[in-house]
């Protein structure tokens, strides 16, 4: 590993943007650093086919890229998330690479890092704490306790917590039920990625809603006075995390929204230093193109003020073969059809794309013959894939092919415009992105559009919330599933962030842990290393 000292300087970082944070980590602030040619950099935007549990392989890809980019002559950074414990103790493990393609120190970037999760938890339950502070000292604001819907937050899978009452015993109360979520989900989160200075991050903050008062009017957290200790809690997490890949390459982490709950990308000021520290910055969206890729260009993308340039989609023999073709079995037949869709998605909203094809030893020839043959036809280019095994080296062939396609013009554009009513613009996401048939609203979400919560929800960008293991809102249906629709269960504002959440299918925002967990493969050794992580 590199010094952070020589990544810093490789960056031409001023000496006042930056600070370590120990040997190998950097803390930067994006205030102090300009374009380093007058203009920002380009966006590559990494996603992929639909994934099994354990994922398809984007982050070694998008690391192996950055590092394959460096070596051929480009500037580049990869931007990734942080990842969640959730995970990480679940059922991928570590979120930090794998292979020769990994960011590091691997360890802390698993377990905590700079702790910028657990500021934005402490933030989070921080409200929380006011909310039921003003219920106990006498109720100033008239909040009815049967409207309060801040949940508290816990950056863990802990089913137990989904349902809860609080509030029960002598002086403790009014008792009420109560959630958590996982950090990951927490609109906190969401904010800190959407913010692009303090003063934009303490007033996004004064925007969240927590309650109802006796009169029905909303409660925010500026209402409580929450906004300025909140945003003094997330101080060190609005700057992001310098790290380096196992290549020695710059990678930034910063943020930590689930591309299924949330928006799935890196935060707007990661990807925005990453622009003027660079050529390209290469940005990793999570999941499949329904889900990270749709939210970036239609959500993240307008706040950020920024559009990407090429896309890069990420696939792999395993992942193809897992998916069911349209009569229902399973094989390769069924991947294509669904990597199909997913070229289409990108093309659908504007952006050139290269096909990775993540490759394993245990590859069939012919598969692979039959993966390329489909990607010539479909008209997008494809490059083998060995970010696992080579590193950057191995990336090599699809950095080639991305620069060869930031050469043609590519404008990425939404699915849909702001001014649609919000049923209008799920319609178009459903048809357009999924290939669907629309949108059901089970009574409770109608009545939340028929008596809208929040007077700005037909004005903002829709965040779907949904399984990531398919592109309907059926984990059970792989492929390129036909004549479906999506079934909105319920909506929540997310007036601080700017955008309004529909939960489909049976989602959870709190995840739990499956019957053989990650965490029981891990300890810490005499030597002080973990084991079991990667």
Known sequence: MRRIEEIARDLNLPEEAWQPYGRWIGKVDPTLVRPRNGSPGKIVLVTGITPTAFGVGKTVNSIGLGSALNRIGSRAITCVRQPSLGPVFGIKGGGGGGGRSTIEPFVDVNLGLTGDLDAVSNAHNLLAAL????????????????????????????????DIEIGLGDKNGPPRRGSFIITPAS???????????????????????????????????SAIGAEGPMTALLRRALLPNLLQSSDGTPVLVHGGPFGNLSYGTSTVTSTRLAQNLTDIAVVEAGFATDLGAEKFVDLVSPIGGFLPSAAVLVASLPVLRSHQDSSGEVGLKGGLENMEQHIHNLKHLGLEVVVALNRFPTDSEEDVARVKSACADWGTPVADSYAYAKGGEGCEDLARRVLETLERSSVA??????????????????????????????PEAEAQLATPLWPE??????????????????????????????????????????????????????????????????????????????
């Not at 919000?422 to 459903?430: A, G, P, S, Y």
Request: charged share 25%; aromatic share 4%; hydrophobic share 40%.
């Open 131 to 162: 909310v039921d502070n003003v219920l106990h000292h006498g109720n100033s604001l008239s909040i009815d306790p049967a409207q309060i819907f801040w949940p508290r937050t816990l950056d863990m899978e802990d089913r137990a917590l989904r």
């Open 413 to 442: 554009h939404p699915a849909y415009t702001l001014e649609m009513p919000v049923l209008e613009k799920m319609d178009r996401i459903v048809r357009d992105i999924y290939g669907g048939d629309g949108v059901s609203l089970t």
């Open 457 to 534: 929800i037909g004005r903002v960008p829709v965040c779907m919330a949904k399984t990531a293991l398919s592109i309907s809102d059926n984990p059970k249906a792989t492929g390129r599933p036909k004549g479906f629709k999506v079934t909105a269960r319920r909506f929540i504002p997310a007036a601080g962030a700017g955008y309004l959440v529909a939960l489909l299918g049976n989602i959870q925002t709190m995840p739990g842990l499956p019957s053989d967990p990650r965490s029981a493969q891990m300890e810490l050794q005499q030597d002080g290393t973990v084991a079991g992580l990667r």
């Open 187 to 221: 609109e906190v989160t969401a904010i800190l990625g959407l913010a692009r200075d303090f003063h934009d991050l303490q007033a996004r903050l004064g925007r969240i809603l927590v309650a109802r008062d006796r009169q029905g009017r909303l409660v925010t957290a």
